[in-house]
């Protein structure tokens, strides 16, 4: 089969597309033929040395997220019949033609989505609604999520208004603040800059009357520090990303004061059995909301896996509004 290869860590020119082995399904695994996938920060970071793969997966080969059909099943699988459209997301190895995961991982793809559509969901729909369960989110709450232009911030924006709650948002430019109020956005606050972030909890005040219950902090960094000043009383922080770095000056004081909860969460280097608890609740409360069109994946743009520097380039202008999408 054909595969995205990192043989040496740099830029986007070090991927290479290879002939590799197509990898065998075990007793309770599926062989999926991949017929789209997408790009994440992660696919960056380990191109560039900075994210070793989890241990007991493709070391080599990027690629967090899959849409396919089933091309085999192992031994001891009877969930699924091969053919069927399937999606979910993996430790690596899925900017592949073909991707091997446990039977469990994987969810129905509705039939409503495209290949390209369905390639753009899982990573971040995931990724958004295990933050928002971790939060304790519930309907009538306020939200703001740094980052809402991009893939996981366009998709916790649709599942908070999806939910009953109110959506806001934090980006560099203004114009991304506007294109996602069609996608349930109430308002949002413009940070061309980290000085800024002064005034995001005047922002709060205003947008709220009272601060945010819930942030989904993608950026970290100073973003993190200025979202404690933002927070409702019994507010929850939920660190999913660091982009804007991973240090930062904070007041504990405004943690105490405000009886915040601070979590941080990861998903890829989750346990296979924490990945398919979260895989089965995602598909229960939220591939129905796909499937209706309650909510939608939103794709900055698409490229054959040939063109996969080109795509990371794509990625990292921070230019995007939504996914970047690979097609087979």
């Not at 933050?131 to 304790?136: D, M, N, T, Y």
């Not at 609740?281 to 994946?297: E, R, S």
Request: proline share 6%; charged share 20%.
């Amino acid at each position: 089969m054909k595969a995205v290869v990192i043989n040496r860590f740099g830029g986007p020119e070090v991927l290479e597309i290879e002939d590799v082995p197509t990898p065998q399904p075990g007793p309770e695994e599926v062989l999926v033929h991949v017929r789209s996938t997408a790009l994440n920060r992660a696919d960056l970071l380990q191109r560039q040395g900075r994210y070793a793969a989890p241990p007991g997966v493709a070391q080599n080969i990027p690629g967090l997220e899959f849409a396919g059909e089933v091309a085999e099943l192992g031994t001891n699988t009877q969930r699924w019949h091969k053919g069927d459209r399937v999606m979910g997301i993996v430790g690596g190895g899925a900017h592949a033609e073909f991707v091997t995961t446990h039977q469990d991982a994987v969810c129905v793809v509705p039939p409503n989505l495209d290949w390209p559509a369905a390639g753009a969901v899982p990573e971040v729909f995931i990724t958004a609604f295990d933050a928002l369960q971790q939060a304790g989110f519930k309907a009538g709450e306020n939200v703001l999520i740094h980052a809402v232009g991009s893939g996981v911030g366009l998709s916790a924006t649709q599942l908070v208004k999806a939910l009953g709650g109110r959506a806001f948002g934090t980006s560099r430019t203004p114009d991304k603040i506007e294109r996602a109020k069609p996608f349930g956005l109430e308002s949002g606050y413009a940070v061309p800059e980290p000085g800024a972030l002064a005034g995001l909890s005047a922002f709060a005040k205003s947008a709220t009357g009272g601060g945010f219950d819930v942030v989904l902090d993608l950026n970290g960094g100073p973003y993190f520090a200025a979202s404690l000043e933002a927070m409702a009383l019994r507010g929850r922080i939920i660190l999913i990303g660091g982009v804007a770095g991973g240090k930062t000056e904070i007041d504990l004081y405004q943690i105490l004061g405000k009886r915040l909860h601070i979590i941080g969460t990861v998903l890829r280097a989750r346990s296979l059995e924490e990945k398919i608890e979260i895989t089965a609740a995602f598909a229960k409360q939220v591939v129905p909301l796909l499937a209706d069109g309650t909510i939608q994946p939103v794709i900055d743009s698409v490229f054959p896996l040939a063109q996969i520097q080109d795509a990371h380039r794509r990625l990292e202008s921070n230019e995007t509004f939504g996914k970047v999408v690979l097609t087979m």
